[in-house]
């Protein structure tokens, strides 16, 4: 549901700068217009009313290995052309996954199969950044995507007062509503020249 680039895995978009269709790693890449949007809680979580959060069941850590992270990531963002996980460098990836500083790692389960995630950064004292959050397509449908948040919200509001995002107009349909109704304003919008690899325009 959140955007490719909704990461603390920012890129430096100077080392795509002028490709168009040979790009790095002999892959071919073609550029796009992206619009981001910025969202922010328009009020402090603890003032939140909690009483309609539903439980399910999630798995938190605070690592992922790789191969665990690229398939949530894959089955996630497939379909939104979320890219960038596949091409980072191991100690990159690596880097991001392990370090114990700051990220809380959540698994959504649903009959026993993940079914989405979602990993927060607290950035300082005050805010967080819900950098990915995600639903699997096969459990789409079933309202999971807003109790998910609900409840992402609802962990979060321990220790911080404020939750931020961004996504992209790749994005799924169903993300704003979702973002909305939990009480995400938008702040900013931009229009956003991206490269993307050809293969993930063609799913």
């Known amino acids: 549901m959140s955007g490719e680039f909704n990461s603390g895995m920012k890129y430096n978009i100077s ?35 909690w009483s309609n959060v539903h439980r ?44 114990p500083i700051g990220r809380t790692f959540i698994t959504l389960m649903d009959n026993g199969e993940p079914a989405g995630f979602g990993i927060i950064k607290f950035e300082d004292s005050w805010d967080c950044n819900l950098e990915y959050f995600g639903i699997v397509k096969q459990s789409m449908g079933k309202g999971l995507g807003k109790k998910f948040l609900l409840d992402v919200m609802q962990y979060a509001r321990l220790t911080r007062k404020k939750m931020w995002l961004y996504t992209t107009s790749l994005d799924s349909p169903a993300a704003l509503p979702n973002y909305q109704s939990c009480g995400f304003k938008i702040i900013e919008k931009k229009l956003v020249q991206e490269y993307y690899p050809i293969h993930s325009l063609q799913g």
């Open 15 to 49: 080392k795509f700068e002028g490709i168009s269709r040979l790009g790095m790693y002999g892959k071919e890449f073609m550029e796009d217009w992206i619009t981001y949007s910025y969202y922010r809680m328009a009020a402090d979580l603890e003032k939140m009313e």
């Open 56 to 99: 399910t069941r999630y798995i938190l850590a605070n690592s992922w290995s790789k191969d665990y992270f690229l398939y949530l990531y894959n089955r996630v963002g497939k379909d939104y052309r979320w890219w960038y996980g596949n091409y980072m460098d191991d100690n990159e990836l690596e880097e991001y996954l392990t370090n």
